[in-house]
């Protein structure tokens, strides 16, 4: 019997009220989700009600859910996905949390935090294979989409771990890994939204680059809060990017930009640790185009939006890349 490590507060987290349209299909996809993990709440009750802290605005669901509606309709396979998405991503923030040592989720503490690391990679792992068992149930396709983005996933983590230390890291390498270990679901979400919606092969592609595109920004606009945000108002363990040598664009931009001595001296200060980079950041202007390539990618995915006809979940999905580059947590 796994025991509660600390008093779990009563908050009851719910999807965003600008994803009203389809709030019924999040609560389905949400009875989906909490229904596949039922069973283990007698062994193992206290970590399994710890994830509805790890549940916030319901993005990923949101977005496949919207897009299918804005495509034609949702149905029930929709519901399915969208709870499978939620899983994988809720592992995703599992296993964040470990590689990043963070002790704070959305003002909680992290299960790492209360739990230790092996029970933490364990359950992860748990919600990796009940996702794509969820899959299966639709059909071949939607694993095959699911199997290859959650590849992707992994493989952006890899690389991003694999490069920490890396204080030469380029602006093309760090768009790999975010494409994979963010915008790969975010893309997956909308071409299912679409494709189990009926809209064409095209359709379906341009949905999956307006994802794409809006995983990018939410990334970049992450890792900017990395730096300057506030655990206050992030509800998150901040700084660990910098603190593990991991580079963001912030700071390769900032490298780039400095005279080759300077850039040398602050690489260097990183690698000993304790550097406090708020002054190179302002000396670069590097905060503002980090800020300016999210805005880049937030218009590019509004555009891809005008394969699809007028309707108020069109309107939502222009307002989402926006809402993702001003959030502050």
Not at 55 to 64: T, Y
Request: charged share 25%; glycine share 6%; aromatic share 4%.
């Amino acid at each position: 019997m796994i025991a509660e490590p600390f008093a779990s507060k009563t908050v009851v987290r719910s999807a965003s009220p600008m994803f009203g349209p389809v709030a019924a299909d999040i609560d389905e996809a949400d009875r989906i989700f909490t229904a596949t993990l039922a069973r283990y709440r007698s062994p193992f009750g206290p970590l399994i009600r710890h994830l509805k802290h790890y549940r916030g605005k319901r993005l990923r669901p949101a977005l496949l859910l919207l897009t299918a509606k804005a495509c034609g309709g949702i149905t029930s396979a929709h519901h399915t996905l969208a709870a499978a998405v939620e899983m994988i991503h809720t592992a995703t923030l599992v296993h964040d949390d470990v590689l990043d040592e963070a002790d704070l989720r959305r003002h909680i503490p992290t299960v790492n935090a209360g739990w230790g690391n092996k029970v933490s990679i364990l359950l992860g792992d748990m919600l990796f294979t009940h996702a794509f068992h969820l899959a299966s149930t639709v059909d071949v396709r939607a694993c095959n989409i699911i199997g290859e983005a959650t590849n992707r996933v992994c493989s952006g983590e890899l690389q991003q771990i694999t490069e920490r230390g890396n204080l030469h890291l380029g602006e093309e390498d760090y768009f790999a890994i975010i494409e994979g270990k963010t915008a790969a679901l975010t893309e997956c979400c909308c071409r299912l939204g679409a494709l189990y919606a009926g809209a064409s092969e095209k359709v379906a592609e341009r949905l999956a680059n307006y994802g794409r595109d809006l995983g990018l920004a939410f990334q970049i606009a992450d890792d900017v809060l990395d730096l300057v945000g506030t655990e206050a108002t992030a509800g998150k363990t901040l700084g660990t990017d910098l603190e593990q040598r991991k580079l963001t664009l912030p700071l390769i931009h900032c490298m780039n930009t400095l005279p080759p001595n300077d850039a040398a001296a602050l690489r260097e200060s990183i690698a000993s640790g304790g550097c406090d980079v708020s002054a190179f950041l302002e000396r670069t202007h590097s905060l503002r185009h980090a800020k300016r390539r999210a805005d880049t990618l937030a218009r590019a995915a509004s555009r891809e939006l005008e394969c699809l006809p007028e309707s108020e979940c069109r309107r939502i999905l222009e307002a989402i890349p926006d809402w993702c580059v001003r959030r502050e947590k």
